[in-house]
């Protein structure tokens, strides 16, 4: 059971270039999140996804698309590569609401450092 | 909207002294969910602890204690007995029931020195 998993691990990008950061979750999870970790701001949410095939905007999705096609997998985009998205990202899965409501706990992966140049 | 304030930026203690963690949110919804998680020099981010707003009991694990008050909208954390594997980033973090968003404090270096 390995969790949530992140690929790559690091990644170095020239201004406008494009690429995809891949999470998989072997828990079953519904729920899967994107974050950036920036110096001093905590982490933010960009996207998220309630289920297969569904996605959402989050606190600062400018920049970035996402995809959904299996459960277990949450795709981050990047189309055109810019300094400002220098960071650390995070990909996050959870359980449904659940009964009553109730919100459950969001596991992470180990992060991406992607650095735009 | 919902905030979480980590007043603490870095924190420095010696080996075995006792140190707090501080925790301050604001939200107006009655049902909430705050979090702690620890990011280590590693990076990754581990789950630490999950309260719901409906349960003010204190609770302790190990070393660990945390210190909920709704009161004083705190949800402030304790490591008693520090140890150098302690040394980390600990955010807060605050959600409400039903949202798909955490809202992070901005985090609390925590070194301990031997």
């Known amino acids: 059971n390995a969790g949530v998993t992140q690929t790559p691990k690091f990644r170095v990008l020239k201004t406008g270039q494009s690429m995809t950061l891949l999470c998989a979750q072997d828990m079953n999870h519904e729920y899967m999140y994107w974050y950036r970790q920036d110096p001093g701001m905590g982490l933010r949410l960009i996207h998220y996804?309630?289920?297969?095939?569904?996605?959402a905007k989050g606190e600062v999705p400018d920049g970035y698309n996402v995809s959904r096609l299996k459960k277990q997998n949450f795709l981050l985009g990047l189309e055109s590569a810019a300094p400002s998205q220098t960071s650390v990202y995070f990909c996050?899965?959870?359980?449904?609401?659940?009964?009553?409501?109730?919100?459950?706990?969001?596991?992470f992966g180990p992060g991406t450092r992607l650095t735009v140049l | 909207a919902q905030k979480v304030t980590q007043a603490q930026t870095e924190i420095s203690v010696v080996e075995k002294e006792d140190v707090t963690l501080d925790c301050v949110y604001e939200?107006?919804?009655?049902?909430?969910?705050l979090f702690w998680y620890k990011q280590p020099p590693s990076g990754e981010l581990v789950f630490l602890i999950r309260?719901?707003?409906?349960?003010?009991q204190n609770e302790i694990s190990g070393r660990y204690s945390w210190n909920f008050q709704k009161s004083t909208s705190s949800f402030n954390f304790t490591i008693t007995a520090s140890q150098v594997v302690d040394s980390a980033v600990y955010f807060c973090?605050?959600?409400?029931?039903?949202?798909?968003?955490?809202?992070f404090g901005q985090g609390t270096r925590l070194t301990i020195n031997p």
């Open positions: 996804s309630v289920g297969e095939g569904t996605t």
């Open positions: 973090a605050l959600t409400l029931r039903g949202a798909q968003k955490l809202v």
């Open positions: 309260r719901n707003s409906f349960d003010e």
């Open positions: 939200t107006r919804d009655t049902t909430y969910y």
């Open positions: 996050a899965s959870s359980y449904s609401i659940g009964l009553a409501g109730s919100t459950d706990t969001q596991y």
